[in-house]
């Protein structure tokens, strides 16, 4: 079955503590990507990947960190969780670049929560 | 930059019913793409309908129709025959055709489906 994987699903954790948010796509997609979910604002972009080391900012890239070193793989890295990166968090995956001709497909989201 | 706007936190129709989510956006760009995800309680993002800004026609998927007016910036959602599953949350987005490869998402449209 084709899916987007992203582990955990729910985290609490303190401020500080550094984590790591998994996400494994099985669909040999060489495009992935990193949103954040936050009550009013929609849904915004933290980094995207276009292939293999080969990242870039999205529109809120500050606190994180990414790698890809290997194609299915798109780690989120919070080196030093503050409580304002509470938050729904997506990985995303599409089979090219260019987004309109393939939708992206979305992970089951992971809900972080920063004391 | 583009923006998506959706002027609507929230709305209800009765089940059986049609119903109109409203979306405009604002971009210099000619060609790009439009989407309608669907979020339920669930979580998941789920691609309800597509449509390309050079295609004059509407999209229709199912119940599903989009209104696009290109001149107008304006893409909105129609829902026929609501069933109670449509109740979720709705999310316009934007993606550029190549270049910048993200989706920029509206606020979002709490929808509910009433028995």
């Known amino acids: 079955e084709a899916q987007v994987t992203q582990n955990p699903r729910y985290l609490i954790t303190v401020t500080g503590k550094k984590l790591t948010v998994t996400c494994s796509q099985n669909?040999?997609?060489?495009?992935m990507s990193w949103y954040r979910q936050d009550p009013g604002l929609g849904l915004r972009q933290i980094y995207y990947s276009m292939n293999v080391e080969v990242t870039d900012k999205g529109d809120v890239p500050e606190g994180y960190k990414v790698s890809r070193k290997e194609k299915r793989n798109f780690p989120l890295i919070l080196e030093s969780p503050s409580p304002n990166q509470t938050s729904l968090y997506f990985c995303?995956?599409?089979?090219?670049?260019?987004?309109?001709?393939?939708?992206?497909?979305f992970g089951d989201g992971t809900r972080l929560s920063i004391l | 930059a583009q923006t998506v706007t959706q002027s609507q936190p929230e709305m209800s129709v009765q089940e059986a019913e049609t119903v109109t989510l409203s979306c405009t956006y604002d971009?210099?760009?000619?060609?790009?793409?439009l989407f309608w995800y669907k979020q339920p309680p669930s979580r998941q993002m789920i691609l309800v309908i597509r449509q390309e800004a050079y295609k004059q026609q509407n999209a229709t998927e199912n119940r599903f129709s989009v209104n696009f007016q290109k001149a107008a910036k304006s893409f909105s959602l129609k829902i026929s025959d609501s069933q109670l599953g449509d109740t979720a949350m709705y999310f316009c987005?934007?993606?550029?055709?190549?270049?910048?490869?993200?989706?920029?998402f509206g606020k979002g449209t709490k929808l509910t489906v009433n028995p």
């Open positions: 995303a995956s599409s089979p090219i670049p260019g987004l309109g001709n393939q939708p992206q497909h």
């Open positions: 987005a934007f993606a550029s055709q190549g270049g910048s490869e993200k989706l920029v």
């Open positions: 669909m040999n997609h060489e495009y």
């Open positions: 971009t210099s760009e000619n060609n790009y793409y």
